[in-house]
């Protein structure tokens, strides 16, 4: 059973986020999913806490003695259809006390033989799941400061659980994780000012952030609604909703980063993807990398900027969203490859592990043609071969934009990247904690932007850059035997250069032509 662990030190919102998922989830949500208890102690675990909440309370923490698990069957009932729901996935919760944590992460000893067996498998636990999610009490780090000794020890055991659930002893057993900043209503100014949850966490959390600052870092809220009772203690009040818990559900149901909801407050779980081909580290149920389909779907959004230019995709191949990375490919690839707990991982499920370099070509993708990303490919060599079209660009077989997402979608020349560079207005921004561009039209196009992630680039097995730099690809090849048109910014500059072809980049799709 595929197995999703919240963890988190005692204080950081656990029992109250695992009861608030289950309630929010007690009915179909508009697209049809919705949590299916599989044992009567589930359910009524999230009876008796949302109850309690309902009346004021925050509910008890988990007991030293207590170990509580939760299993749900993640199903979708298609709107509107007369049939059974359709199973999506097992769902697995299980939710330690707080001084089980400090006990398997060095901060006090073992204490009894039932605290050290929980202990030991606290641990096996979280390097055992599939996905890991840690909650981390904004309160703590924000309004009590690293300066607190709770705190100190706290931040040493959320830091503790991600080296032994993602260092190098997991290698690609390595759980996909994220950081959840919970109680997120009650900092949303804090938050906004840092520019998002991963500012807060770079701000406040350095030496987490510094080490696992390339996980998805995003922050929720289990309670939307507070009021003060008779004591002047701020508790929950009797018409709140868990709908702060929206991205949550969509991160473990998506396998996106889900930072941010729609402007009407309303998380999208995305279709469950087809299962893979059984390879190991692949894991094609909701979770796990997201396989692409055959065409990309075209219903993304996109704006003109200049008069006479071409259309612009708000997001990249491969990206749910604007803010989101995409796919990175090398120049004349269609395949697209993810960047998923330190592996490069093919978009389609058909490998996982390769290297952005020139020794690790896979012309095996190519047929029995050669491989365009080797030395010695030059323009004519390239034409001669069908690479690229008389006109200089990328043939449409091997234009990423266009196989991906159909139609009229293609990869944008060299010089509509370079009309991007020199006819927009360019500001350096974060968008959901992920640093980028702003370009927008001018004139009567001012209304009109795209948003252009740091999405960084590929070169052997690491990605390089994510969060400081980005790295775009044209159809364009250069007057170089191994070389492409690309465009390239960092917060202090923005222009076109070439690149090497075997480098990983990310694709903005364009549609129409200059004229």
């Known amino acids: 059973m595929r197995k999703v662990a919240i963890v988190g030190v005692e204080g950081s919102g656990k029992t109250v986020m695992l009861a608030g998922l289950g309630d929010l989830y007690t009915y179909p949500d508009e697209d049809g999913y919705f949590l299916a208890p599989k044992n009567f102690g589930t359910a009524a675990y999230v009876a008796e806490k949302i109850e309690r909440m309902r009346k004021g309370e925050w509910p008890s923490a988990t007991a030293g003695d207590e170990m509580q698990g939760l299993d749900w069957t993640l199903k979708r009932r298609e709107p509107g259809a007369r049939k059974p729901a359709e199973k999506v996935c097992e769902v697995s919760f299980l939710d330690f006390a707080g001084e089980v944590y400090r006990a398997a992460y060095g901060i006090s000893g073992s204490g009894d033989a039932s605290l050290k067996e929980q202990a030991e498998e606290l641990k096996q636990y979280v390097c055992g799941a599939d996905e890991l999610i840690v909650l981390i009490n904004l309160r703590d780090v924000i309004t009590n400061g690293l300066g607190d000794k709770r705190v100190q020890e706290s931040m040493w055991i959320t830091k503790s659980i991600l080296d032994t659930a993602l260092g190098d002893e997991a290698g690609k057993n390595a759980p996909r994780a994220a950081i959840v900043l ?61 709908q702060g818990l929206l991205p949550i559900m969509k991160w473990i149901c998506g396998g996106e980063v889900a930072t941010a909801l729609p402007d009407d407050g309303r998380a999208r779980i995305p279709a469950a993807p087809q299962r893979d081909n059984g390879a190991p580290g692949v894991c094609a149920l909701p979770g796990g990398p997201r396989l692409s389909r055959p065409n990309e779907s075209s219903a993304h959004g996109k704006v003109q900027l200049w008069e006479g230019g071409p259309y612009w995709a708000e997001v990249n191949i491969g990206a749910e969203n604007q803010w989101n990375f995409g796919f990175y490919f090398w120049w004349g690839d269609t395949v697209g490859y993810k960047f998923k707990d330190g592996v490069w991982m093919a978009s389609d499920g058909s490998s996982s592990g390769f290297s952005f370099k020139e020794a690790n070509l896979f012309s095996k993708l190519f047929g029995k043609k050669d491989n365009i990303l080797t030395s010695g490919k030059d323009v004519s060599t390239l034409l001669n071969e069908g690479w690229i079209t008389q006109n200089g660009v990328l043939a449409p077989e091997h234009d990423a934009a266009h196989v991906k997402r159909g139609g009229e979608w293609r990869m944008p020349t060299d010089q509509e990247l370079s009309d991007l560079s020199e006819k927009c207005d360019w500001s350096w921004t974060s968008v959901n904690g992920v640093n980028g561009y702003s370009v927008r039209g001018r004139g009567s196009y001012a209304s009109a932007s795209i948003f252009l992630p740091c999405a960084g680039y590929g ?27 690309g465009l390239y910014f960092n917060s202090g500059d923005h222009n076109t250069f070439d690149y090497y072809r075997y480098n990983g980049r990310s694709v903005r799709p364009v549609q129409g032509f200059t004229k």
């Open 459 to 485: 070169s052997g097995t690491s990605l390089y850059y994510a969060g400081s730099g980005g790295n775009y690809w044209s159809s364009v090849p250069d007057s170089d035997d191994n070389g492409a048109w």
């Open 182 to 242: 919970s109680q997120a209503d009650s900092y949303a100014e804090t938050i906004k000012a840092c520019g998002g949850a991963q500012g807060v966490l770079k701000k406040y959390l350095p030496y987490v952030a510094n080490s696992y600052g390339w996980l998805d870092v995003f922050s929720a809220s289990a309670v939307d609604k507070t009021e003060l009772d008779a004591d002047g203690k701020m508790v929950p009040a009797a018409d709140f909703t868990a």
